[in-house]
């Protein structure tokens, strides 16, 4: 069953602060992924943002509806991998991201999560790295 991006997704100031202060980053040309380990969490969520210095209300709505698009696809082919995840996610998007190639855009997250995926877990951590797969968005 795939879950709707709404389900997974970072709503509160609280929750973006938290991560930004506690987070490690992955800069992509047209986003940064930023992400931290929660623990007593069930699955991944995501937020997504994008300020002022892309541009006005509309570009950076336009920029934030194609990251949820892209991550909802991915969430809708590797929804098993990413259930097993243990994080919070946010994608910081840039004025790039406005008028760049769906499929490039979709290649730089799906690239960002194999390097989330590879990265090792801090030792005693109880959270599980979940293992590499081939399905790709």
């Keep these: 069953m795939v879950v709707s991006t709404k389900e997974v997704r970072l709503t509160k100031r609280a929750e973006f602060v938290a991560l930004t202060k506690n987070r490690k980053a ?3 040309p047209h986003f940064t992924l930023q992400y931290m380990i929660k623990q007593g969490q ?6 997504y943002t994008a300020s002022k210095k892309v541009g006005n209300a509309v570009v950076r709505n336009r920029v934030k509806r194609r990251l949820r698009e892209i991550v909802r696809l991915y969430l809708q082919k590797n929804n098993d991998v990413i259930s097993s995840f243990f994080y919070d996610f946010v994608l910081i998007g840039r004025a790039s991201a406005q008028n760049a190639n769906f499929d490039d855009l979709t290649l730089h997250f799906r690239d960002a999560m194999d390097r989330v995926r590879a990265m090792p877990v801090a030792t005693g951590s109880k959270v599980p790295t979940p ?7």
């Design 131 to 137: 293992p590499l797969s081939n399905n790709h968005v």
């Design 42 to 47: 069930e699955g991944s969520r995501f937020g």
């Design 26 to 28: 992955i800069s992509t």
